[in-house]
């Protein structure tokens, strides 16, 4: 067991650090996931098909050198063709609408073109939260067998954290973004379903309060270890992988500590009533 | 006196009759004018020739008058306001229409050498708001402004105002006198982005006016218009009804001494499709729009609808 444990925290200390290769060949399935981000609803023109934007990697952005009024270019495709060419300039301009412009004008549109992501850098960041949640499951396939619920929370929280490591030096800034009161509930969306898709990939199949539990305390582990991990500078970011550790035995002696008081009350509760009674 | 006449016709509220003095305005000439092709029988041969076998009708404020009258008298409306239009603006809206044109812009956001074609442009305040945008968020001085309008008195009053201006004799702006319907001077896919502020409503056919915005937008380009809009809001709508057919035409007596011009401008804001409908006829020239496509300010008094061409 605890072979399989070192083996897959080496072989994904070696992920992490690098730009995540995903695993499997498998054509992702499109996720429908309909937010009230306004790039998303995107209605075209009535002389083409209206569709739900999806953020897959076989958009067409990449097939064209300038752009014509041909189907492939038509709302399905160019906002994420946009904002995918946009994070490829994140390490140089940053979450904000001056990456989105220039990643357009590579595209061969007009500048002015930025206008259609008004939020500016938060649409970049709403857009690479969705993105690596699509690709969670992929990254996750076949990993997940043979390991103990806490081993698999800890690979799924491991290889969502790797997937920040290339923009790892502009992480701060988009924290902060996504702390700004217009943003906050977009973020919480998004952290709500990293946290359900980690423990549904673990094979999660609880029915009562524990559902909201363990998302709570997973969440509370998430976020404090992604902002850990923005100071990390160790080789394959062994500090934050031990900093995640302690935090799951935070959680756990929290978990049997919450019990006993719980016990306690519960003791004294039945105490009272009984004196009360007699 | 005909005069009288005309402007009873064609106020649809009750108006401060005993006080309209009798004056002989261009507007008022060209009713009258109106008037008299109204009179003449269906049959004659040279009104004939000169219209199509199924010639249509427009609205001009709350009245209807043939299409191809229209332009005409949307000219001398203009022809007539041009030389106070500022002030009246400022007189009508308390000064408001600034913050709707500042946030105009700023929601547009232009880049740095950005070509921008602004089509009833007019006195030239998108224009001016446009350069002063991008000289002051980028310290760029490469963007370039048309400044197109069919009416050359309103050109007139912008090509002065900008003279005063540092943009003056510069390449950044330009000055063109042309339709709306048809930009035959501006070549296909040539700019950046296109806007039309207060202006789409005194288009005859709206709908040419956004196929000719969709083709000389280049791919990627933006569309956007500011216009008077409807107001939802019940109590709001009624207050905001008591200003417009009560109010707004008095101080155009009062300030520009024209008060049929201004009678025109509140009724064609009323004949003006509500928000959703203009949305949907931008998406039908070809655009694409983000979300509902418009944005309603001070509670839909004013709209700015926007597009992209994709």
């Not at chain 1, 969502?160 to 790892?168: D, E, K, N």
């Not at chain 2, 760029?140 to 003056?168: C, W």
Request: glycine share 6%; with cysteine; hydrophobic share 40%.
């Amino acid at each position: 067991m605890a072979s399989i444990t070192r083996r897959a925290g080496v072989a994904l200390l070696m992920r992490s650090s690098s730009a995540i290769v995903p695993r499997t060949t498998i054509t992702p399935s499109a996720r429908q996931l309909t937010t009230s981000a306004s790039w998303r609803t995107a209605e075209p023109s009535s002389s083409t098909s209206t569709g739900t934007t999806t953020s897959t990697s076989n958009s067409n952005g990449a097939d064209h050198a300038s752009p014509t009024a041909s189907s492939t270019h038509g709302p399905k495709g160019t906002p994420d063709a946009i904002l995918r060419a946009a994070l490829a300039l994140v390490p140089e301009y940053g979450w904000t609408t001056t990456s989105i412009a220039k990643a357009a004008e590579s595209l061969g549109y007009p500048s002015i073109i930025h206008g259609m992501f008004p939020n500016g850098g938060a649409d970049l960041i709403d857009f690479f939260l969705q993105d690596c949640l699509n690709r969670l499951p992929l990254e996750l396939e076949g990993r997940m067998e043979g390991l103990s619920t806490q081993e698999t929370i800890k690979l799924g929280t491991l290889t969502r954290l790797g997937m920040i490591a290339p923009y790892v030096d502009r992480w701060p800034e988009a924290l902060a973004i996504m702390g700004q009161p217009s943003n906050v509930s977009m973020s919480l969306n998004h952290l709500a379903k990293i946290v359900d898709e980690i423990w549904y990939l673990a094979g999660d199949k609880s029915a009562d309060m524990n559902w909201y539990t363990k998302r709570a305390s997973l969440a509370a582990i998430y976020t404090t270890t992604e902002l850990y991990m923005t100071t990390d500078k160790t080789l394959n970011y062994e500090a934050t992988q031990r900093f995640l550790d302690r935090r799951f035995e935070d959680a756990a002696t929290l978990g049997k500590a919450t019990n006993d008081v719980l016990q306690i009350a519960e003791f004294g509760a039945k105490s009272v009533t009984g004196i009360l009674r007699s | 006196m005909a005069s009288r006449t005309a402007l009873k016709q064609l106020a649809a509220r009750r108006t401060l009759a005993a006080w309209v003095p009798s004056r002989t305005a261009g507007f008022s000439t060209a009713t009258k004018a109106l008037n008299q092709y109204q009179q003449q029988p269906a049959s004659n041969p040279s009104t004939a020739t000169t219209q199509n076998a199924n010639q249509g009708e427009t609205h001009f404020g709350f009245k209807n008058v043939p299409e191809n009258m229209k332009e005409t008298l949307v000219k001398q409306v203009f022809a007539n306001v041009a030389s106070n239009y500022d002030l009246m603006n400022d007189a009508m809206s308390g000064g408001v229409h600034r913050l709707w044109k500042d946030h105009f812009i700023r929601t547009l956001a232009p880049t740095p050498g950005t070509k921008l074609l602004d089509v009833a442009g007019g006195t030239g305040d998108i224009a001016m708001r446009f350069l002063d945008y991008c000289r002051e968020t980028h310290g760029d001085s490469s963007a370039q402004v048309t400044l197109l309008d069919i009416n050359p008195h309103m050109l007139e009053v912008g090509k002065e105002r900008f003279t005063q201006t540092q943009y003056h004799n510069t390449s950044q702006v330009s000055f063109m006198e042309g339709n709306a319907e048809d930009l035959k001077d501006i070549a296909d896919n040539s700019m950046d982005a296109y806007t039309i502020a207060f202006g789409i409503r005194n288009v005859t056919h709206i709908d040419r006016a956004l196929k000719e915005a969709y083709r000389v937008l280049k791919p990627g380009g933006r569309f956007m218009c500011l216009e008077f809009s409807r107001v939802e809001n019940p109590v709001i709508s009624k207050v905001y009804d008591v200003f417009s057919f009560d109010v707004i035409p008095v101080i155009g007596q009062v300030v520009a001494n024209d008060r049929d011009s201004y009678q025109y401008l509140v009724e064609s804001i009323r004949r003006f499709p509500p928000q959703k409908d203009f949305a949907r006829m931008i998406k039908e020239a070809g655009f694409t729009v983000m979300g509902q496509g418009y944005e309603d300010l001070t509670f839909g008094v004013a709209a700015i609808h926007s597009g992209f061409k994709l």
